[in-house]
């Protein structure tokens, strides 16, 4: 089972209207069922709701769900229990998911012309290896001359394929389970080895949207920072910045304050840090955080898109280059042995 932005945004925002209207959590929990859920978090609401009727709490019900309901999402319901401002903590949960469900989806949906020219360039490619390249090895070897050492190869291949294809076949589909392996173990010997990567600009902007969100979540909740950060780091869909949460929350419970203990944090602006010390000193960290957090979320869409349009030019290119070199390898080579023979 998989963490749905999009089904826990719809849970929160209806959640949230039909607590305000007057309708008990119960109820509103049933209508729940009439909306467009995944089946995992229909199921999950049924038995949310028979748990509530028994007696439960809200943020135990859904705790028995811990892989669809993050560990932030019930945290801050049971603090909305608490202070009884449930209404105002389903829509705080509403706005958060829904901004972090946006991001998500404007990646997937900017991916989706790059993800077609890659398909391309995958079929092109089949194509020129088990069709165009064996047929213009045929033509060197009846013309008598030297075929580059790639056409033999993929010549012998074809040939291969075509005196036993399903042996060919099996013998693929019985190495197919093996490829996750090897990335897996690849993955694992390089964990820890990439840090570089969270030094790219975007990535920073990023982590730096998503900690700043998170913190505005938090103080809109009205939970104390030392237990909203333990919320959140135990939370399974921001693992992310489990480490760094968790180091936050160390410094703050030994008595200095957020500004201090995020100074050193690489992926922060000196923006952001600004910000939250000027909201410490001015006694209005809430209003700070939230002017912060909705500028960085407009940042760093501008940066998504830009990245993201860099990618079509860039694919189409790399096509461009493999058409040139099979050109330059294959055709020129063909056209020097036509006309040397016509000399």
């Known amino acids: ?123 092109l490619g089949v194509f020129l290896a088990f069709v165009l390249i064996p047929s213009f090895y045929e033509s060197y070897k009846n013309a008598g001359s030297e075929a580059p050492k790639v056409a033999e190869f993929l010549y012998n291949l074809k040939l291969s394929f075509n005196d036993s294809p ?30 570089f990567i969270r030094k790219v600009k975007i990535v920073k902007e990023l982590e730096e949207f998503i900690f700043m969100l998170i ?49 050193n944090l690489s992926f922060l602006s000196k923006y952001s840090i600004s910000m939250i010390k000027l909201g410490e000193n001015s006694g209005s960290l809430t209003v700070r955080v939230k002017k912060a957090e909705e500028r960085l979320e407009k940042r760093t869409k501008e940066s998504v898109s830009k990245l993201l349009s860099l990618i079509q030019p860039t694919l189409i290119i790399t096509m461009a280059l493999g058409v040139l070199v099979f050109i330059w390898v294959f055709v020129l080579p063909m056209f020097d042995m036509i006309y040397g023979g016509v000399m």
Not at 61 to 88: C, H, M, T, W
Not at 222 to 231: A, K, Q, R, T
């Open 1 to 123: 089972m998989k963490i749905s932005y999009g089904d826990l945004t719809i849970i929160a925002e209806n959640l949230g209207s039909l607590y305000e209207d007057g309708i008990a959590i119960g109820d509103g929990l049933e209508l729940l069922n009439e909306l467009p859920l995944s089946k995992n978090y229909k199921n999950s609401i049924t038995y949310i709701r028979n748990d509530i009727l028994l007696g439960k709490s809200l943020s135990e019900a859904f705790s028995k769900f811990d892989e669809l309901y993050p560990g932030l999402f019930i945290g801050i319901l049971k603090v909305g229990e608490n202070s009884g401002q449930l209404g105002r903590t389903f829509n705080k949960l509403e706005m958060f998911y829904s901004k972090l469900g946006n991001i998500k989806k404007e990646i997937k949906n900017a991916l989706i012309y790059p993800s077609f020219l890659i398909g391309t360039l995958i079929l």
């Open 166 to 195: 399903i042996l060919s076949i099996v013998s693929v589909i019985c190495y197919l389970p093996i490829i996750p392996l090897i990335i897996f173990q690849v993955s694992k010997y390089f964990k820890g080895r990439f840090k």
């Open 215 to 263: 913190l505005s979540l938090i103080l809109d909740s009205g939970v104390s920072l030392p237990i909203g950060f333990s919320y959140c780091s135990d939370s399974n869909d921001i693992k992310f910045l489990s480490d760094i949460l968790k180091g936050i929350n160390e410094e703050i419970l030994k008595g200095k304050e957020l500004s201090e203990c995020i100074s």
